[in-house]
């Protein structure tokens, strides 16, 4: 497991968004004569999740640590067979978890390689919500760019954020992470994104913050940390949406509503009100 701090990763802040220039495989220019392989497309996952001290609050529903219950669904997420149109072979998954610092529990591999890497996660420390999405960013643009470069076709990144705080650090982490989300998340002139983004707040998250950090993310709230059980059947089934559609066209989608369920949509105004 490797900790990656903001400036091994960019250096000063402020150039953050510079430093990640955009290549010709974001933009999806096939060259002349590229040819896809057969093995179909792939799509990459980027699950990032907050091990900061406040995930040892215990959830009000279960009495279970919330960190407890990010390592249960995780893990359920993982092992799941509910995948029915995609191959786990072909999903490509990276894991990061931070706290006060960022660190990539594990790197990209295909989701059959992940086995029992979520029992050691604890809760500690601050929460760096700014540094790991930002590594997170990083992380699946050059993975796309290196399968693209191979001749592999590949799903747009998806980026999973599970998260029950503000996020700390100075305005420029801040806005060094704005610049990178706005870049690389939001839609260009033209309409298109080269990588989603899914934030999952629980309980006392900051969703107002969370809605203030890119325009183009699609931003779940949960009543309790149980209700990540849904939330994580949510990105199942849109794994599997995504992976019925084409490689370039395809959008994620929140697939996945089930009865009596406790996920959340944010207002305008980023608090959380419940789903009809």
Known sequence: MATVTFEDMFGDVNDVAESMPIMQEDIEIVEEGQKWNSQGEHPIIVLVLDCSGSMSIKDSETGEPRIELVKRYAQQFVNTNLIADVDKEKVELCVITYDTD????????????????????????????YSALTVAVNAARKRRNEMLNEGVACFKPIIFLVTDGRPEGDNNMREGCKKVLERYVDKDENGKVRMRLIICGMDQCDMKEMNALCRDKQLIGLQDASALDDAFKMMTASLAAVSSSTVHDSEITLAFKAANSKLLMPSSQGTAIQLG
Do not use: N, Q, Y
């Not at 989701?111 to 979520?118: E, H, Y």
């Open 102 to 129: 960022v660190r990539i529990l594990k790197d990209f591999a295909p989701m059959t390689a992940i086995s029992d890497d979520f029992s050691s996660l604890e809760a500690s420390g601050l929460t760096a919500t």
